[in-house]
């Protein structure tokens, strides 16, 4: 009978332990609240017995103190860094500040408000120009020999430049060239330009020039012009869809 009287005795006291500390309560600034009884108070942080132990609180971690121990009753400080002791037993209530002048807490509970810093904001790194820029290259070839000589010469790049999604450019080249038994069949070359103005979130002026030659088709010259209104359907880093339209003047020159 003796050890079950005292069984029951320990399971229960930790919970008297923490009501007799749950007067005073320490909000921290990530949110959490801690419950106990404030032991004393410096510029540095401050000593709360909890039902956990003695918990030493940096006061830069501090949002707010919540003591209604006070003859006042509840209270609240919302500066823990202008205060430097706080003595629990003073009938008065009152606080030393640093100038040791008795300041008197607010007798009416406050809720102290948690201040987030804003976000800094991310700064784009900018390369040639201020422009973000990106780009690709392709070289490819084969050559065979044997039962069928051929060669096969493809060659292609582009850059992309993006003024803050305002003005966008873009310039490609490519050169296409196959040769079986000594004849050409295929020497194409093809160079190209973009600009794009945007005025609106989806809308924006285009303008594409192209110049093209083509050998085998004896054509020397090839130059097309557009421009006109384009509509920005999608764009991601890997897909582009958009509509353009307008009026266009194209000039050929052949060999013959």
């Known amino acids: 009978m003796i050890k079950k009287c005292l069984l029951g005795s320990a399971l229960i006291l930790p919970t008297l332990i923490a009501t007799a500390y749950a007067d005073d309560k320490v909000i921290l600034k990530n949110g ?5 009884e404030i032991l004393s108070y410096s510029q ?4 709360m017995q909890t039902g956990f132990g003695v918990l030493d609180i940096d006061s830069a971690n501090i949002g707010g103190v919540t003591s209604d121990k006070f003859p006042q009753g509840p209270t ?5 860094h202008a205060i430097t002791n706080i003595d629990p ?3 008065s209530g009152a606080v030393m500040t640093e100038n040791s002048a008795p300041v008197a807490i607010n007798p009416e509970p406050v809720v102290a408000d948690i201040v987030t810093p ?12 201020g422009a973000k820029w990106s780009g690709n290259a392709n070289i490819g070839g084969e050559i065979e020999t044997g039962n069928s000589d051929s060669t096969t010469v493809d060659l292609d790049a582009s850059v992309k430049a993006n003024w803050d999604d305002v003005h966008r450019a873009k310039l490609s080249a490519d050169y296409e060239f196959k040769e079986e038994y000594d004849q050409r069949l295929t020497d ?3 160079i190209a330009g973009t600009y794009d103005y945007f005025f609106a979130e989806k809308w924006f002026w285009n303008n594409q020039l192209k110049l093209e030659q083509q050998k085998v088709n004896e054509l020397d010259f090839r130059a097309d012009f557009i421009s006109g209104l384009g509509y920005q359907i999608y764009q991601q880093d890997d897909l582009n869809f958009e509509i353009t339209f307008g009026p266009g003047f194209e000039r050929e020159e052949y060999a013959n």
């Open 118 to 129: 804003a976000p800094e904001p991310i700064m784009d790194e900018n390369g040639l120009w």
């Open 188 to 190: 194409d070359r093809e």
């Open 76 to 80: 609240a400080i919302s500066n823990p």
């Open 89 to 91: 037993m003073n009938p």
């Open 44 to 47: 540095s942080g401050i000593k």
């Open 32 to 36: 959490d609240k801690l419950s106990g």
